[in-house]
T-cell receptor, first 111, second 113 residues
Framework: TQLLEQSPQFLSIQEGENLTVYCNSSSVFSSLQWYRQEPGEGPVLLVTVVTGGEVKKLKRLTFQFGDARKDSSLHITAAQPGDTGLYLCAGRSSNTGKLIFGQGTTLQVKP | NAGVTQTPKFRILKIGQSMTLQCTQDMNHNYMYWYRQDPGMGLKLIYYSVGAGITDKGEVPNGYNVSRSTTEDFPLRLELAAPSQTSVYFC????????????FGPGTRLTVL
């Protein structure tokens, strides 16, 4: 069974601080996606990384796919209250094509 | 375009009751999925469909059924509700299985008492 472990599970920081969320597995994924979910809504896709070592930037968010395609990280620079939400990573299984979701990281950014 | 819509938004069921969660999409996507989300557990796949008339089980299918008679609709049926089915249910679609980038509905919060 493929698993994705996210850390930390909860993060509460002040506006302006930097943070990193990790997504780790012992399995290789063909690609990895990051979603953000706000209370009462469904997840929204932020980015897909496909190549080992790939780095993608989305304004203040930087996403990296590990060289071996087993792990990923999300770094937020100068966090803002609007970044508050649940961040989910999801790996695409090479065998089945289905997405395997991590358990999520709840981020709270205080003004 | 509405994207993916789900009804109802909230529902309370008694143990043993049945209900259907509705999911409709106007994105013309062939692939559709049902997930449940429990606190601290991420999203678990219940059932999925690769096109009209074709459905298959996901990771946690017990207690649920689905049908896919049209591209647009993918209802999820709970026959005998149990407290373990208390959860938030999300329907999602994707355009293809290669990238499998998914578009989610707003969810249905179900409580079974």
């Amino acid at each position: 069974t493929q698993l994705l472990e996210q850390s930390p599970q909860f993060l509460s920081i002040q506006e302006g601080e930097n943070l990193t969320v990790y997504c780790n597995s012992s399995s290789v994924f063909s690609s990895l996606q990051w979603y953000r979910q706000e209370p009462g809504e469904g997840p929204v896709l932020l980015v897909t990384v496909v190549t080992g070592g790939e780095v993608k930037k989305l304004k203040r968010l930087t996403f990296q796919f590990g060289d071996a395609r087993k792990d990923s990280s999300l770094h937020i620079t100068a966090a803002q209250p609007g970044d508050t939400g649940l961040y989910l990573c999801a790996g695409r299984s090479s065998n089945t094509g289905k997405l395997i979701f991590g358990q999520g990281t709840t981020l709270q950014v205080k003004p | 375009n509405a994207g993916v819509t789900q009804t109802p938004k909230f529902r309370i069921l008694k143990i043993g009751q049945s209900m259907t969660l509705q999911c409709t999409q106007d994105m013309n996507h062939n692939y559709m999925y049902w997930y449940r989300q429990d606190p601290g557990m991420g999203l678990k796949l219940i059932y999925y469909s690769v096109g009209a008339g074709i459905t298959d089980k996901g990771e946690v299918p017990n207690g649920y059924n689905v049908s896919r008679s049209t591209t647009e609709d993918f209802p999820l049926r709970l026959e005998l509700a149990a407290p373990s089915q208390t959860s938030v249910y999300f329907c999602a679609t994707s355009q293809d299985r290669v990238r499998n980038e998914q578009f989610f509905g707003p969810g249905t919060r179900l409580t079974v008492l």
